[in-house]
């Protein structure tokens, strides 16, 4: 079945960086665009990025744009995205999610915690 | 960016009895190739996002068949025709047509009364 794994979350001060990594599985992970969607604590949901199948291109939320970096490996099925600059704000959890127009599969969401 | 603006926010509903979640969008979500990219989407307690329906009206696979999507141009509705105590959870609308960025409604919790 079709399967995404995030990992990579935790506590970081503000001004700091994190990485978060998305394992893909039960599809053809090189066929589809992916994202990355957040959700603060107690909040709605709110797109930060994807990229498309072949990385050719990349697109970013205005909020995001600038600090972080999406990027995919198709050999290994997996979706990366690299935070920088972190505020208090980007306190939320992230999903990896297959698709863009119409973002079918969810994974189960990583929790990113910046406070001092 | 194009707003999303659900109502209601607050559902409470008997069990089996309808309930009806309106999203609307501040511009039209028709693409360039005719398709309406608006979605739905459920999140129960403690749990990730589901997709319900895709496209204003196509259910997803294994959506129970009293979920029912509806609309065009600028509004759109999520029907349930009887609620069952699984529903309980928070809905939101999506439009995948206007990039940057993509964007959900606030969110409707649906509760049992």
């Known amino acids: 079945q079709v399967q995404l794994v995030e990992s990579g979350g935790g506590l970081v001060k503000p001004g700091g960086s994190l990485r978060l990594s998305c394992a893909a599985s039960?599809?053809?992970?090189?066929?589809?665009?992916m994202s990355w969607i957040r959700q603060a604590p107690g909040k709605g949901l709110e797109w930060v990025s994807y990229i498309s199948s072949s990385s050719s291109y990349a697109n970013y939320a205005d909020s995001v744009k600038g600090r972080f970096t999406i990027s995919r490996d198709n050999a290994k099925n997996s979706l990366d995205l690299q935070m920088n600059s972190l505020r208090a704000e980007d306190t939320a959890v992230y999903y990896c999610v297959r698709g863009t127009r119409e973002p079918s599969t969810w994974g189960q969401g990583t929790l990113v915690t910046v406070s001092s | 960016d194009v707003v999303m603006t659900q109502s209601p926010l607050s559902l409470p509903v008997t069990l089996g009895q309808p309930a009806s979640i309106s999203c609307r969008s501040s511009?039209?979500?028709?693409?360039?190739?005719?398709?309406?990219?608006l979605n739905w989407f459920q999140q129960r307690p403690g749990q990730s996002p589901r997709r319900l329906i895709y496209k204003v009206s196509n259910r997803d696979s294994g959506v129970p068949d009293r979920f029912s999507g509806s609309g065009s141009g600028t509004d759109f509705t999520l029907k349930i025709t009887r609620v069952e105590a699984e529903d309980v959870g928070v809905y939101y609308c999506m439009q995948g047509t206007h990039w940057p960025p993509y964007t959900f409604g606030q969110g409707t919790k649906l509760e049992i009364k």
């Open positions: 511009e039209s979500l028709v693409y360039s190739d005719g398709n309406t990219y």
């Open positions: 039960g599809f053809t992970f090189s066929d589809y665009y």
